[in-house]
Each structure stands twice: as C-alpha cells, then as structure tokens.
T-cell receptor, first 112, second 111 residues
Framework: DAGVIQSPRHEVTEMGQEVTLRCKPI?????LFWYRQTMMRGLELLIY????????DSGMPEDRFSAKMPNASFSTLKIQPSEPRDSAVYFC??????????FGSGTRLTVV | DQQVKQNSPSLSVQEGRISILNCDYT??????FLWYKKYPAEGPTFLIS?????DKNEDGRFTVFLNKSAKHLSLHIVPSQPGDSAVYFC??????????FGAGTILRVKS
C-alpha cells in the first residue's frame, strides 16, 4: 500500500492566487481528515469526512477555505484567495477506525 | 482554546538517558490518548496510546502514563537514542471522535 498520497509536496504562490491541495487516502479507509501544522498551534483539524460526507468543518478558518471529497479515493482542499498567513504545512490523514490515523507526507504551502 | 497542551516546545536529552515529554488536557470527556512522532518532511506516525481505563501502557522503550485526576499524561523514552530525535505530538479523543492534537515538543537526543 502506498499510504496516503498528497500533492504537491511544495507549493509557492502569490497572495491572491487560488491554491488546491490534493489527497488520495488509503483504499478502504472511510474517514479523511485535513490538518494544518503551524509552530504556534501545532496540528489543527480543519475538516473531516466520513464516507465522503463532511462531518465537521468547524476548524476551517474562513470562507476562503473549502474542501471536497467527490469520491472515496480523492479529496481537495482549496484556498481562494490565498494570503501569507495561510503559509503552513497541510496534512491529510485517513482511517478505517476511530484512532488509526495514517498521515500523508504533507504539502508545504508558502504564500508570498 | 487549546484542549490539549504541550507546554514544552523543546527538550534536549543525552543519549542513554530518559526522555520525559508531558501533555495536559482540559476536556474531561477525553477517553483515549495517543502519542505521534514526526520526522522532518514526513507525516506524523502513531507511536503509542492509552485508554482512560488504564494508567500505564508500555511498548519497548516507550511508556505512557496517564493521571486522570490531574488531566496529565507523559511519555517516557528509556533509554533515549539519537534516532528518537523528532517532534512528538500528544493527541486525545472523546467517544471515538476526531483526534485533537497538541502543539508538539521537539526532542533532541545528543550522542
């Protein structure tokens, strides 16, 4: 199993541009999570899906952030328009049971 | 309001000695606690966990202690090795719901 696959690994974009982060969860996992890692706040949960349905998006910072999971094997996190304070490492994780999270390698986003 | 707090941003330990990483939580509904380890440019990986019905869980060099009355848990690594140098995240869950993570502690094991 290739694990949770995230793309791109690194993204540098200018303020105001749209950014799309992608995630392919482990096959058979029915839950998918998007986390953001910053120095000050550590790993913050942005949104999670169960069986492709968004369950809790209370961590999404603003309307500029949106996430979709059109099928069991793909999810996107979109930021439009992006701002410098969005710079962070974004992780996707999937699980098939409550606590067995498997994380991807993350996308390091830099907004200049 | 952070429900899971790791108050030490970093810890430096000599190889062979004990490393103790601490974590405090505020939500009394948390019933399952985990530690994740993260190397640079990689995602966090699961290390060890403990249920609220226990006060200790051991796995090789790693032991997690839970003090429910103090809402405190700790991870002990004995003996510490240079390969243990990483960021360690404490996480907690209530009733099988989403994991809430702390800010992380950077552990450096010096050889």
């Amino acid at each position: 199993d290739a694990g949770v696959i995230q793309s791109p690994r690194h993204e540098v974009t200018e303020m105001g541009q749209e950014v799309t982060l992608r995630c392919k969860p482990i096959s058979g996992h029915n839950s998918l999570f998007w986390y953001r890692q910053t120095m000050m706040r550590g790993l913050e949960l942005l949104i999670y899906f169960n069986n492709n349905v968004p369950i809790d998006d209370s961590g999404m910072p603003e309307d500029r952030f949106s996430a979709k999971m059109p099928n069991a094997s793909f999810s996107t996190l979109k930021i439009q328009p992006s701002e410098p304070r969005d710079s962070a490492v974004y992780f996707c994780a999937s699980s098939e049971r409550s606590y067995g999270y498997t994380f991807g390698s993350g996308t390091r986003l830099t907004v200049v | 309001d952070q429900q899971v707090k790791q108050n030490s941003p970093s810890l430096s330990v000599q190889e062979g000695r004990i490393s103790i990483l601490n974590c405090d939580y505020t939500n009394s509904m948390f019933d399952y606690f985990l530690w994740y380890k993260k190397y640079p440019a990689e995602g966090p990986t699961f290390l060890i966990s403990i249920s609220s019905i226990k006060d200790k869980n051991e796995d090789g060099r790693f032991t997690v202690f839970l003090n429910k009355s103090a809402k405190h848990l700790s991870l002990h690594i004995v003996p510490s090795q240079p390969g243990d140098s990483a960021v360690y995240f404490c996480a907690a869950s209530a009733n099988g719901n989403k994991l809430v993570f702390g800010a992380g502690t950077i552990l450096r094991v010096k050889s």
